[in-house]
């Protein structure tokens, strides 16, 4: 749908011996299955295997690990060497995950970016990887990261994901390459978002299978069950669809989730009406009846400025409309005990959106006793020249906004 450009591959061709962190195998895996020297191949799930680090102390791959500020923040997720990191998945051990950072004083726990491309080309399905779909790649992965921003939502689609149904048995090639994706966020130290971008729907009619829908988590979090770094996203903006079907496939995705064995994850539940924090209120209030065994529910919110809030004009409605369309939200996190996120937002590259966009990012940080943190919309290799595109090294919004987003940083 856009320019293609900037197309890299994620996991290894069919070579001798896996580069470092290749693929190297996986169901349907057909390339190599060992790797070169001072790598070893360790499984991650049944769809990927991945060559790590041999021993725990191998030198980072890449600069970004010497670039996160080591020294001056407490948060795990910025203070953990890569080759660290690393090890930590070789071994797939689920660790809490971090509290909030402090090194901007900002108090929240993440500042990222939505990262598009494997939820592209929704006319082509399955479509093919490389011109209907793409990953994220990896050297934005390293860029954002360097600079301090350490969770990225990664969206897909349900049907590539579990072409026959949500019971049905998954895409190997796709979730081994989504999870070639997620692994090279977590391995970097960030958050990674599973996004299932289907806005509530599956091949076009609303979901109401709820022990489907239970089903299809159970199965999609078995897979991720060990990485702590993951967090669940149960679908992309609900909308048009009743109130109680929201709030019980929400319910499904905990505990199908939690059914994995995955109990160490955040879950982000989104609501009705586009999960806009504007009208959170007066749409998706029953939405606090959502109950989790582990008590790691976040509420996630998308907020855009523009006059409608669809995220479709460079134009923000004022200076001050960012803080203004989230305040109510606020005060319904606070009054229910909840914990809330922006997934999405964006502003025009102007400066009455910059403005709007400072005073929304100054009230989540001056109300982070709810507000864990946000994630811009959006990054991703095949965005062109969108108003809203977050892409290393030239995108609109990144050459804008970069300065002014990353001091928000955990
Ligand atoms: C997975 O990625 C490889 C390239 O690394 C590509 O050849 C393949 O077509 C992709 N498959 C899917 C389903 O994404
Ligand atoms: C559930 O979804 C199916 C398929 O879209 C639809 O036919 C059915 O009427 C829905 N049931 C309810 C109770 O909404
Ligand atoms: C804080 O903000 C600066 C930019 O203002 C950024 O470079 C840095 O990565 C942020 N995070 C920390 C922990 O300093
Ligand atoms: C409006 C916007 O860009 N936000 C979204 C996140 O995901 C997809 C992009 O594929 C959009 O359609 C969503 O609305």
Known sequence: MRSLLLISALAGPAIAQGSAWAQCGGVGWTGATTCVSGYTCVKSNEYYSQCLPSTATTTAASTLKTSTKASTSTNAATTTTASTVKATTATATATAPAASGSGNGTGLTWLGVNESGGEFGQGSIPGAYGTD??????????????????????????????????????????????????????SAGAYAVLDPHNFGRYNGAIMNDTAGFQTFWKTLAT????????????????????????????????????????????????????????????????????????????????????????????????????????????????????????????????????????????????????????????????????????????????????????????
């Open 133 to 186: 779909f793409i990953f994220p790649s990896d050297s934005t992965i390293d860029t954002l990261v360097a600079e301090g921003y350490n969770i990225f939502r990664v969206p897909f689609l349900m049907e590539r994901m579990a072409p026959s149904g949500l019971t049905g048995t998954f895409s190997a090639a796709y979730l081994a390459n989504y999870t070639a994706s997620i692994e090279y966020i977590t």
């Open 223 to 410: 897979a991720f069950a060990d990485n702590a770094k993951v967090i669940f996203d149960t679908n992309n903006e609900y909308h048009d669809e009743d109130q109680t079907v929201v709030l019980n496939m929400n319910q499904a995705a905990i505990d199908g989730i939690r059914a994995a064995g995955a109990t160490s994850q955040y879950i982000f539940v989104e609501g009705n009406s586009y999960s806009g924090a504007w009208t959170w209120t007066t749409v998706n209030t029953n939405l606090a009846a959502l109950t989790d065994t582990e008590d790691k529910i976040v509420y996630e919110m998308h907020q855009y400025l523009d006059s409608d809030g669809s995220g479709t004009s460079d134009v923000c409605v004022s200076s001050t409309i960012g803080a203004e369309r989230i305040s109510d939200a606020t005060a319904w996190l606070q009054a229910n005990g909840k914990k809330g996120i922006i997934g999405e937002f964006a502003g025009g590259a102007n400066t009455q959106c910059k403005s709007a966009i400072v005073g929304m990012l100054d009230q989540l940080k001056a109300n982070s006793d709810v507000w864990m943190g946000a994630m811009w919309w959006g990054g991703g290799p095949w965005w062109g020249d969108y108003i809203y595109s977050f892409e290393p090294p030239s995108g609109v919004a990144y050459s804008y906004y970069d300065s002014v987003l990353k001091g928000y940083a955990p």
